[in-house]
């Protein structure tokens, strides 16, 4: 689980990060299943996204977190 890093991050000297680890804990506490986009949540959370033509998607967080998904392996 991510809990445990950011909680590291908050104790850190990176005052970003540890920005980042709090806004992210509060995001996340009350999380429900995502039904559809939610706009003000992606450019809260989300950095960026690569698209390769092979069919992978990372998502790229803000607090680092990298997750990656490939289209062709459904």
């Known amino acids: 689980m991510l809990v445990p890093e950011w909680e590291r991050k908050m104790q850190g000297e990176d005052l970003l990060a540890r920005f980042r680890a709090m806004d992210f804990m509060e995001v996340t506490k009350d ?9 003000d949540l992606m450019l809260r959370t989300v950095d960026y996204i690569k698209v390769y033509e092979n069919g992978m998607v990372v998502t790229v967080f803000l607090d680092g977190t990298e997750i990656e998904y490939n289209a062709n392996n459904r």
Request: hydrophobic residues 45%; aromatic residues 0%.
């Open 31 to 39: 999380a429900q299943p995502i039904k559809e986009l939610d706009i």
